[in-house]
């Protein structure tokens, strides 16, 4: 089956969103915690960042980004980071893309410590595709921001997937870790659409009867 292709213009995330979305403290119990990587694909000054992001569920189903700890590291330092939030956050996991180079993604942070837990993320749809999902959980007022993440508001406010600009890496692991954390929102379905498929002689479109 073919990919699902969206067109999509203009930023998924408003600055509206952004100002209803602060809380300065997450609550006493999150369910689960995740630090989400997004490396960069090279190491030197003209590199893109790193993407390192902490994110948390609570009972309730809210999301709350809680650190955004981005920039330009080498493999060790951005592994040395994401491990100490690993173990601040007593976080449940390390997610990382692993489109630059899975096996030294892994590699990078078992070498800083053998024991950690990470799982490793295909991006096998495009970034926009991920992230408006995670953009319509912050509509609903699902995802919450904890504290001063400036850099990585501008970056959801800033980024419109239509146009060719640099690379948005705390976006791309906010979006991971709240994906993995909360998946996608529910689906609402119409009282309409419903009465519809109960009907024993609907069919989808495209389909017919053989009798």
């Known amino acids: 089956m073919g990919e699902l292709l969206i067109d999509v213009e203009g930023a998924l995330w408003t600055r509206t969103m952004m100002d209803e979305c602060h809380v300065e403290h997450p609550p006493a119990e999150l369910r689960r915690v995740i630090v989400s990587i997004d490396p960069a694909g090279s190491s030197n000054k003209n590199s893109d960042e790193t993407g390192i992001v902490v994110a948390g569920v609570d009972r309730a189903g809210i ?4 650190k955004d700890l981005s920039g330009k590291y080498s493999p060790e330092t951005w592994a040395r980071k994401a491990i100490g939030a690993y173990k601040t956050w007593r976080a ?24 950690v837990p990470v799982k490793l993320v295909v991006a096998s749809r495009g970034k926009a595709i ?13 995802i919450k921001h904890v504290g001063n993440l400036g850099p990585l508001e501008d970056q959801l406010c800033e980024w419109d997937p239509a146009a060719n600009g640099p690379s948005p890496d705390r976006l791309d692991a906010a979006v991971w870790a709240l994906t ?6 529910p689906m609402s379905i119409s009282k309409e659409f419903l009465a519809k498929v109960s009907d024993p002689m609907y069919l989808p479109e495209g389909y017919r009867r053989r009798w």
Request: hydrophobic letters at 35%; charged letters at 30%; glycine letters at 12%.
């Open 92 to 115: 449940d996991r390390i997610i990382a893309e692993r489109n630059f180079g899975g096996d030294m993604v892994l590699s990078t942070l078992k070498s800083v410590d053998p024991g």
């Open 180 to 185: 993995e954390l909360m998946g996608r929102p």
């Open 63 to 66: 999301g709350y980004v809680l």
């Open 130 to 142: 991920r992230a408006e999902p995670v953009a319509a959980q912050y509509e609903q007022g699902r």
